[in-house]
């Protein structure tokens, strides 16, 4: 699966996409409109950070503000520069065809307002990890919750950690029913490490015999080598047990790597599209050899950025340690650290997004349900670092509340310094994205969306976006007499389950006399975008922002083109 950002799809969809638009009245020299990518002041080494707050009944709280949080960047008080309170909104419904122009076609007879898609959850099961038995409890769970609690405004999709099945975001529930009942385990080599072959060595216990060269870890791996392969008795050497081992530690590698690699790929998926997206990540867990992974915090760090929570739930429920043939001291607790090992990285992934880890509890439906429903209010804190160097080193980060109040906080751990400096213009257009594929309305600048379509076959149709800006309240800079401002328009078209289709992408230079800016612009300024379209329901997304003032501005709407 090939996944490309925004704005490189622009690139690809440029010779499909309509005319600039001609100014209105004024003078080209004053207001120009070109197609041209963004050239805004960004900010740099800005550091996001996810929390959820819950009481002591598990539920989240809505009602602090930056004053109670304090952040520690390796120890060090930081400023916290941006604070907001995210609330996951009901489902939206517009109008059908709000704010269109009078079309060319007469218009069909008023239908029910559309449900806008914009739920989205994915769930990735660990089929690299997970037993058989493990597997059908997991997807029987799964498919009950999925069959009962889906919404009109819900969207779901299915990945596995293998990548052997994948099915697309869709509210079709033989779809969804039918993908759940394929799942099986699919390690990467079909034994070690999952009770399938002789020894059953895991990665934790191989690389505690390879790398760290355990003593004590080596004799227990023998002991299950003599109690699978050739009796208590038998004659196994340390060498052959540790050649055994090096060949688990090679497939728990790559099984991790390929789950982690999925896993990034999922929240790329899910971030392109429109809405509330979560994960919900069933597995056993995996073990990750040291803390603070790189792997696994580029996966936060864009979960973060895209505003994707991800939740994990433990298919293990209550775990019971399996009867051991030497019920020895060293044996049982080598088996338990075994068993602990792969719960730190889930714990981290959902408590550094803004999920929520569900693990020791049986009841798989209740967590699926738990889940599946993102916390109800989540903070997002930024802060830049002061005198950051670009040297990719890891920042232990610590989260506090300044009066706990018996109030439990789940925020990310850590991150890491960026390899080099931040590239002003790739985060302009990454904050340009955001907003396309968010689905909040946002009134910096005011901002009108009418569309208009044409017959241009029996199955096809031009679509005409119209974005009409109140651009007199914009911060210009001053200069050869003249009020200057950038402004950066991006209209968007997603069809009814939210799937990207395509964009069109203006800038407009503006470059006004005082008298044009205070006497001569009071209908606003017209963008116009235009797309060749089939038959159907379509959403339009529409984000405008100026270069001097970063003020910002978006609307959605949608239109039938029967």
């Not at 392969?229 to 060498?239: F, H, L, R």
């Amino acid at each position: 699966m090939k996944f490309r950002s925004l704005f490189a799809l622009l690139l690809l969809a440029a010779p499909a996409i309509g005319q600039q638009a001609a100014p209105q009245s004024q003078s080209a020299s004053e207001i120009e409109t070109k197609d041209a990518p963004p050239t805004f002041t960004s900010r740099v080494n800005m550091v996001p950070v996810t929390v959820v707050v819950r009481d002591r009944d598990g539920h989240a709280v809505g009602n602090l503000t930056k004053a109670d949080f304090q952040v520690l960047d390796n120890g060090k008080p930081q400023v916290i520069s941006r604070f907001s309170v995210e609330k996951p909104s009901a489902p939206m419904t517009l109008r059908k065809g709000a704010g269109d122009l009078e079309s060319a076609e007469a218009k069909p007879p008023a239908a029910a307002p559309p449900v806008l898609a914009n739920r989205f959850v994915a769930y990735l099961f660990d089929d690299l990890h997970t037993t058989f038995e493990d597997m059908v409890r997991t997807r029987d769970a799964a498919a009950r919750i999925i069959a009962a609690s889906m919404q009109p405004a819900d969207r779901t999709a299915i990945f596995t950690t293998s990548g052997h099945i994948m099915l697309e975001f869709t509210n079709d529930q033989a779809k969804l029913q039918d993908t759940l009942a394929r799942l099986r385990p699919a390690p990467v080599m079909g034994g070690l490490g999952h009770g399938l072959d002789c020894p059953d060595i895991s990665y934790f216990l191989a690389d505690q015999v390879v790398n760290l060269g355990n003593s004590q870890a080596l004799q227990v791996a023998m002991a299950k080598y003599r109690g699978c392969a050739k009796g208590a008795n038998s004659d196994i050497t340390p060498q052959e047990t540790t050649m055994v081992a090096q060949r688990a530690l090679v497939q728990g590698e790559q099984e991790t790597r390929q789950a982690t690699n999925i896993l990034l790929q999922v929240v790329r998926r899910i971030s392109g599209m429109p809405g509330q997206r979560s994960i919900v990540m069933a597995s056993p867990g995996f073990f990750v050899p040291y803390a603070g992974q790189p792997d696994i915090t580029d996966v936060i760090n864009r979960a973060i950025r895209e505003n994707v929570v991800i939740s994990t739930l433990d298919v293990r429920g209550i775990w019971v340690p399996p009867p051991l043939s030497s019920r020895n001291s060293m044996a049982i607790t080598y088996l338990l650290e075994d068993a602990e090992a792969g719960d730190p990285v889930m714990e981290d992934l959902a408590h550094s997004t803004g999920g929520e880890w569900f693990h020791s509890n049986n009841d798989l439906g209740a967590g699926f349900k738990r889940l599946a429903a993102a916390p109800e209010f989540i903070y997002v804190l930024a802060f830049t670092p002061e005198n950051l160097r670009s040297d990719g080193k890891y920042h232990k980060l610590q989260i506090a509340l300044r009066d706990s109040k018996g109030l439990t906080l789940q925020a990310r751990k850590g991150y890491y310094a960026p390899k080099r400096e931040v590239d002003a213009i790739d985060q302009a257009k990454q904050d340009i994205e955001d907003a396309v594929f968010a689905r909040d309305v946002v009134r910096d600048i005011p901002l009108a969306v009418h569309t208009q379509f044409f017959r241009s076959g029996e199955a096809g149709a031009r679509l005409s976006v119209v974005s009409q800006l109140d651009i007199r309240l914009l911060h210009y800079r001053k200069a050869e007499g003249r009020n200057d401002d950038t402004v950066t328009i991006v209209a968007a078209l997603f069809d009814r389950n939210g799937f990207y289709i395509t964009a069109d992408e203006k800038l407009l230079t503006l470059k006004l006399r005082d008298e044009t800016l205070e006497k001569k612009l009071g209908s606003g300024v017209k963008i116009k975008s235009s797309f060749n379209v089939k038959t159907g329901g379509y959403v339009v997304r529409v984000v405008a922002r100026d270069s001097e003032g970063q003020m910002m501005a978006s609307e959605t709407t949608s239109v039938d083109i029967p």
